[in-house]
T-cell receptor, first 113, second 113 residues
Framework: ETGVTQTPRHLVMGMTNKKSLKCEQH?????MYWYKQSAKKPLELMFV???????ENNSVPSRFSPECPNSSHLFLHLHTLQPEDSALYLC????????????FGEGSWLTVV | DQQVKQNSPSLSVQEGRISILNCDYT??????FLWYKKYPAEGPTFLIS?????DKNEDGRFTVFLNKSAKHLSLHIVPSQPGDSAVYFC????????????FGSGTKLNVKP
C-alpha cells in the first residue's frame, strides 16, 4: 500500500469541463509534486510545493491550476483541457525539498475527449 | 534536450541471471540519483538511490553503480526473477535548490522463467 494516494484513478472529461485531481500523503513529508507522464515520453515535473508554498511551476499552461491547502494534500484543478493533455498524472512527496527520495502515488489516468 | 537518457528501451534476461540497466546523464551538476520500478497501471516504486559521494550502493538483489567521469549509472539485479519484469526509470537531480528530478524514458525489463 502506497503512502501517497490519488483520486480518482481514472477520469474522462470533456474539453469544457472543470475537474480536480486529489492527492493525499500519509508519510509526514513536507514537499509534494505533480508529474505528468505522456505516452512514450519521460516523466515531466509540473509543480513543486514545499511547506504549502509553490516553489516551481515548470512552464505549465494555466489550464492546470495546483492547490496545496496543507502539507498532506495537493490538488490539480483542470479546466478547458485539450486532448493532448490526456496522460497519467502522478503525485509524489518527499521529506524535504532538497536531495530527497520522492515517493509516488499510483497515478490518475486522464482522458480528455 | 533530455538530460537523462536510457538508450535501451527493452531488455530480456533469463531468470536467475544478471540484469544490467543503464542510464547516462549530461549535466555534471547532478549529484543524486534514483532508480524506480513501474508496473503497468501503477505509480513508480522507489528501488535504490546513490549520491555522488559514492560509486556503489547495494540493497539486497539491487546494486547501483555510479561512474561520475563517464556520467553513467547502472542498476544490477542479481539474480533476476520473473517478478522483476517491469519498466525501470532512472532519475537525476542536483545543482538546484529543490528536488527537481530529471527522468529517463525507461527500460522495459522482461525476465523469462
Amino acid at each position: 500500500e502506497t503512502g501517497v494516494t490519488q483520486t480518482p484513478r481514472h477520469l474522462v472529461m470533456g474539453m469544457t469541463n472543470k475537474k480536480s485531481l486529489k492527492c493525499e500523503q500519509h508519510l509526514g513529508h513536507n514537499a509534494m509534486y505533480w508529474y505528468k507522464q505522456s505516452a512514450k515520453k519521460p516523466l515531466e515535473l509540473m509543480f513543486v510545493y514545499s511547506l504549502e508554498e509553490r516553489v516551481e511551476n515548470n512552464s505549465v499552461p494555466s489550464r492546470f491550476s495546483p492547490e496545496c491547502p496543507n502539507s498532506s494534500h495537493l490538488f490539480l484543478h483542470l479546466h478547458t483541457l485539450q486532448p493532448e493533455d490526456s496522460a497519467l498524472y502522478l503525485c509524489a512527496s518527499s521529506q524535504d525539498q532538497i536531495r530527497n527520495t520522492i515517493y509516488f502515488g499510483e497515478g490518475s489516468w486522464l482522458t480528455v475527449v | 534536450d533530455q538530460q537523462v537518457k536510457q538508450n535501451s528501451p527493452s531488455l530480456s534476461v533469463q531468470e536467475g541471471r544478471i540484469s544490467i540497466l543503464n542510464c547516462d546523464y549530461t549535466n555534471s551538476m547532478f549529484d543524486y540519483f534514483l532508480w524506480y520500478k513501474k508496473y503497468p497501471a501503477e505509480g513508480p516504486t522507489f528501488l535504490i538511490s546513490i549520491s555522488s559521494i559514492k560509486d556503489k550502493n547495494e540493497d539486497g538483489r539491487f546494486t547501483v553503480f555510479l561512474n561520475k567521469s563517464a556520467k553513467h549509472l547502472s542498476l544490477h539485479i542479481v539474480p533476476s526473477q520473473p517478478g522483476d519484469s517491469a519498466v525501470y526509470f532512472c532519475a537525476a537531480s542536483g545543482g538546484g535548490n529543490f528536488n527537481k528530478f530529471y527522468f529517463g524514458s525507461g527500460t522495459k525489463l522482461n525476465v523469462k522463467p
